[in-house]
């Protein structure tokens, strides 16, 4: 099987994918725009060969470097980043080269928040009541229809960026002169927790591993300036995966992990916010692994390159991720956060500034059979100075 890996270096622990992929015996060939002397040897390593270009968005180029490759070792069977930003751009290769998996014609309703609502209808699945806003009257005549506050995101966009909240008058006003000239999804706000139903998905639409994580701060919050939390649930509620295979239906989810979000409303309801056609970004997968003691790396390889995988869940654990600020005074030193809670810990580590606006700086990384230790352990790590 050969297999182009766009984007192997980054987010870093991509090289983890292809690692195992060349475990299960994939050729794989990456295609990024960084320097070859600059990958990590662990990537280098398994990689049978690089291509590098100057702008991974150069779609020329790229079709250049997927024919370089077909030339060299035949027939390319998938085309993969497993990564948000390049999807659509997964997709128009694989439409170019006749590759299995998501292809062009289909990326629509899982990049536009619109699109995917329409999916989420026919499923039966209830979602906050949203259009599509081009105009000031249009954002005002839905306004009216379902009163304040309301959300206005990017039709395409990832977590919270470019997302308003929009509670009056004021508010508007500032969201109509400062958005930008694109296309803004707005819909009601709804009161509740956010939470996921996670996972993957092998070749015959079989789900061989899930999960869900339930967020202490929303992204949005957390964008905003909240420090956020979030961990590992023990346990899925059984509304909660009824529903989510419901959305693996609708959306002919094959081959491929997903991240999928959902508000547990007041009323006990889930309302379906999102779907994400990868697996959730930061430290996520590692948590998954520390959650199970499993290797979901290794489990996406033997699906991609068998077709399917045994992966055994028995949830022993909660991890809880917290995260801080740079330049945010908070009581307990970095010392002293590993001194009190070093039997809870069991990672720490910087994150890279493309996720540090949601999720702060700098995180922590805790685990136990309980969850309320970890809560209030995330709530002390985070109390700021006095």
Same mark, same amino acid.
């Given at each position: 099987?050969?297999?182009?890996?766009?984007?192997?270096?980054?987010?870093?622990?991509?090289?983890?994918?292809?690692?195992?992929?060349?475990?299960?015996?994939?050729?794989?060939?990456?295609?990024?725009? #960084?320097?070859?002397?600059?990958?990590?040897?662990?990537l280098r390593e398994a990689l049978t060969e690089y291509y590098r270009v100057d702008d991974l968005h150069d779609d020329a180029a790229l079709i250049r470097a997927v024919g370089h490759f077909?030339?060299?070792?035949?027939?390319?069977?998938?085309?993969?980043?497993?990564?948000?930003?390049?999807?659509?751009?997964?997709?128009?290769?694989?439409?170019?080269?006749?590759?299995?998996?998501?292809?062009?014609?289909?990326?629509?309703?899982?990049?536009?928040?619109? #699109?995917?609502?329409?999916?989420?209808?026919?499923?039966?699945v209830r979602v906050a009541r949203g259009r599509v806003i081009r105009t000031a009257p249009a954002a005002r005549q839905f306004i009216d229809q379902v009163g304040y506050p309301v959300v206005?995101?990017?039709?395409?966009?990832?977590?919270?960026?470019?997302?308003?909240?929009?509670?009056?008058?004021?508010?508007?006003?500032?969201?109509?002169?400062?958005?930008?000239?694109?296309?803004?999804?707005?819909?009601?706000?709804?009161?509740?927790?956010?939470?996921?139903?996670?996972?993957?998905?092998?070749?015959?639409?079989?789900?061989?591993?899930?999960?869900?994580?339930?967020?202490?701060?929303?992204?949005?919050?957390?964008?905003?300036?909240?420090?956020?939390?979030?961990?590992?649930?023990?346990?899925?509620?059984?509304?909660?995966?009824?529903?989510?295979?419901?959305?693996?239906? #609708?959306?002919?989810?094959?081959?491929?992990?997903?991240?999928?979000?959902?508000?547990?409303?007041?009323?006990?309801?889930?309302?379906?916010?999102?779907?994400?056609?990868?697996?959730?970004?930061?430290?996520?997968?590692?948590?998954?692994?520390?959650?199970?003691?499993?290797?979901?790396?290794?489990?996406?390889?033997?699906?991609?390159?068998?077709?399917?995988?045994?992966?055994?869940?028995?949830?022993?654990?909660?991890?809880?991720?917290?995260?801080?600020?740079?330049?945010?005074?908070? #009581?307990?030193?970095?010392?002293?956060?590993?001194?009190?809670?070093?039997?809870?810990?069991?990672?720490?580590?910087?994150?890279?500034?493309?996720?540090?606006?949601?999720?702060?700086?700098?995180?922590?990384?805790?685990?136990?059979?309980?969850?309320?230790?970890?809560?209030?352990?995330?709530?002390?790590?985070?109390?700021?100075?006095?």
């Open positions: 099987m050969n297999l182009v890996f766009l984007s192997p270096h980054f987010p870093p622990n991509m090289y983890l994918y292809c690692q195992r992929l060349r475990e299960a015996g994939v050729t794989v060939l990456g295609l990024a725009d #960084a320097a070859y002397d600059g990958l990590r040897p662990e077909t030339h060299r070792y035949g027939k390319i069977d998938r085309i993969e980043s497993l990564n948000e930003y390049w999807l659509e751009t997964d997709a128009r290769l694989r439409t170019e080269f006749n590759v299995p998996g998501i292809r062009a014609e289909r990326i629509d309703r899982i990049k536009r928040k619109s #699109a995917m609502k329409r999916v989420f209808e026919r499923a039966g206005a995101k990017p039709d395409i966009g990832v977590g919270a960026a470019r997302t308003y909240r929009i509670a009056n008058e004021t508010d508007l006003e500032a969201f109509l002169g400062d958005r930008p000239p694109i296309d803004y999804f707005m819909e009601e706000f709804l009161e509740g927790t956010l939470l996921s139903y996670d996972g993957l998905v092998d070749r015959d639409g079989r789900v061989v591993f899930d999960s869900s994580l339930v967020y202490g701060v929303t992204v949005l919050d957390s964008v905003r300036g909240a420090d956020m939390y979030y961990w590992i649930e023990r346990e899925i509620a059984d509304d909660l995966r009824e529903v989510g295979r419901r959305v693996i239906d #609708a959306f002919e989810v094959r081959e491929r992990p997903f991240h999928f979000e959902f508000f547990r409303l007041d009323d006990g309801d889930l309302a379906a916010l999102e779907v994400n056609m990868r697996q959730p970004g930061g430290p996520t997968v590692d948590l998954w692994n520390w959650a199970n003691d499993i290797d979901f790396y290794r489990a996406w390889a033997e699906v991609v390159a068998r077709g399917t995988t045994e992966v055994r869940t028995a949830r022993p654990f909660y991890t809880l991720w917290a995260g801080r600020r740079t330049g945010r005074s908070y #009581a307990l030193s970095h010392d002293e956060v590993l001194g009190e809670f070093g039997p809870l810990l069991i990672h720490h580590d910087g994150i890279d500034d493309v996720f540090s606006a949601a999720m702060g700086n700098y995180g922590y990384v805790l685990r136990g059979p309980e969850l309320e230790p970890l809560v209030a352990a995330a709530h002390r790590i985070q109390a700021k100075a006095a």
